[in-house]
């Protein structure tokens, strides 16, 4: 059974840092592109990072650009988001999810994505 778990979410004053995790098992990780998203309340949800499995090439959406980094650890079948620089538009709520072939999809759109894991609170306080 492929589960994803996210953690590591808070509350932070804006300028700060977070950390977000998403652990994964049930799957052959290596070869799953992992992305991360966010949904604030009365917003769609918005493709944020994510990173393939079998090249490993990573994509951020421009609004994160220079202030988030995702990596990813296959051993350990965890994928991290670091958050700098945090604003308070980043406040929502963060999921991770998984897809094995993103196919003619834009890499950080979520329809692409065919697992998800239950999401993680992120607040940035002004």
């Known amino acids: 059974e492929v589960q994803l778990q996210a953690s590591g979410g808070g509350l932070v004053q804006a300028g700060g840092s977070l950390r977000v995790s998403c652990a994964a098992s049930g799957f052959i990780f290596d070869h799953y592109t992992i992305g991360w998203f966010r949904q604030a309340p009365g917003k769609e949800r918005e493709g944020v990072s994510c990173i393939k499995g079998h090249d490993g090439n990573i994509y951020y959406a421009d609004t994160v650009k220079g202030r988030f980094t995702i990596s990813r650890d296959n051993a350990k079948k965890t994928v991290v988001l670091q958050m700098n620089s945090l604003k308070p538009e980043d406040t929502a709520v963060y999921y991770c999810?998984?897809?094995?072939?993103?196919?003619?999809?834009?890499?950080?759109?979520?329809?692409?994505?065919?697992?998800w894991g239950r999401g993680t609170q992120v607040t940035v306080s002004s």
């Open positions: 999810a998984a897809v094995s072939l993103i196919g003619d999809y834009d890499p950080l759109d979520w329809v692409a994505y065919t697992h």
